[in-house]
Nanobody
Framework: QVQLVESGGGLVQAGGSLTLSCAAS????????QHWYRQAPGKEREFLAL???????KYADSVKGRFTISRDNAKNTVYLQMNSVKPEDTAVYYC???????????????WGQGTQVTVSS
């Protein structure tokens, strides 16, 4: 079994910063692409950023230049550094990862349980 656990959410003032973490545990050979998504009340889940096994990144336009995704492969952990946050960044933030449980197998997709981020104006 693979588990993803997010941490670091909370209340932050507009213009401030917050760093989210997502640690994967369980039967893991390696983790391919890691993602961050968010879902605001009444809205669909939104892609924010991804980082590949070799460190290539991609961002949604809504967070480009403000958020930075990074990973520590030794710790099976992905991070989301959030700078210059805005009230519209308020949402539940989810990590997701494509995980291989053994060499030569196709990765399977896993989601974390989410962490709430609230940005006050």
């Amino acid at each position: 079994q693979v588990q993803l656990v997010e941490s670091g959410g909370g209340l932050v003032q507009a213009g401030g910063s917050l760093t989210l973490s997502c640690a994967a545990s369980g039967s893991i050979f390696n983790i391919d692409v890691q993602h961050w998504y968010r879902q605001a009340p009444g809205k669909e889940r939104e892609f924010l950023a991804l980082v590949s096994l070799v460190g290539s990144t991609k961002y949604a336009d809504s967070v480009k230049g403000r958020f930075t995704i990074s990973r520590d492969n030794a710790k099976n952990t992905v991070y989301l550094q959030m700078n210059s946050v805005k009230p519209e960044d308020t949402a539940v933030y989810y990590c997701a990862a494509a995980v291989r449980v053994s060499a030569g197998t196709e990765p399977t997709f896993h989601w974390g349980q989410g962490t709430q981020v609230t940005v006050s104006s």
